[in-house]
C-alpha cells in the first residue's frame, strides 16, 4: 500500500498548524516530521513540545523521524507528544535491538534510517524488530537536495530482504523525492515516500499529491 508523508522541514514554520491542516486536506497520508539536533546532522528543528502542539491539528499518523545524538534519552517524550512511527538512525545506535524495543513498549512502530554510505546488513539481526525501514536518498540535514541514484540499488535490495523475512515492513524513502521520480522509486520496491520541498514547495498542495499518488497508481496497475 503506498503512502504520501508531507515532511514540514518545508513547511512555512510562522504557520505550522495551518500548513499541517493543508497537507491533511490536500490527501497526505502521514506527516513527517524532522528532528534535528545541530549534532548528528548539521541544522536544528524541534522537538516533542512542537509535535503535542501539533497533534489536535490532524488526525494523520505522526511519523518522527529522529536525526539526534542520544535517541534513547527522549522515546517517552514522542510517545506522549503523539508520534505513531518514530525512526531512529542506525549510525549512532550501539543497542540498536534494545531501542528498537523501547519504542515498541511505549506504543509506537520501531523504524530504522539508514544514512545513503550505511550497509543494509545492519538490519540483519532485527528485522524481528522493527516495522519501517527508512533509506535516506540524501544525506540528512536539510530539504530539497538530490537524490542519490546509487539509493535505487539499495531500495531493490532491501525489497529482498524483506520479500525474503516474510514480516510486513515498510520501505520508506526520504529525500529528494519528488513528481518526476516518485515511479521510478516505487518501481524499485519503495512504499512510503517522503516529501518536503516536492510538496510544499508547490503552490497546490493537493494537485502535487493528486499526481504523486496517480502515478503511484500506474505502478500498482502495472504490477
Ligand atoms: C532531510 C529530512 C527530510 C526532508 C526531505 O534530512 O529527513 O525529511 O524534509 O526533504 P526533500 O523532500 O525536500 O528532499
Ligand atoms: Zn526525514
Known sequence: MFKIAASVLSADFSKLGEEVCAVTEAGSDWIHLDVMDGHFVPNLTFGPPVIKTLRP???LPFDVHLMIDNPDDYIGHYADAGADWLTVHAEILPHLHRTLQVIKEKGMHPGVSLNPSTPL???EYVMDDLDLVMIMCVNPGF???SFIPASLE???RLREMITAHGRDIQIEVDGGIKISNI???AEAGANVFVSGSGIFGQLD???TIELM???LKAVQDNT
Open 154 to 156: 539499495k531500495i531493490r
Open 143 to 145: 530539504g530539497n537536495q
Open 205 to 207: 498542495y493537493q494537485a
Open 57 to 59: 491539528v490532524t488526525s
Open 183 to 185: 515511479a521510478t522509486v
Open 121 to 123: 546488513s545492519v538490519l
Open 213 to 215: 499518488k496517480t502515478k
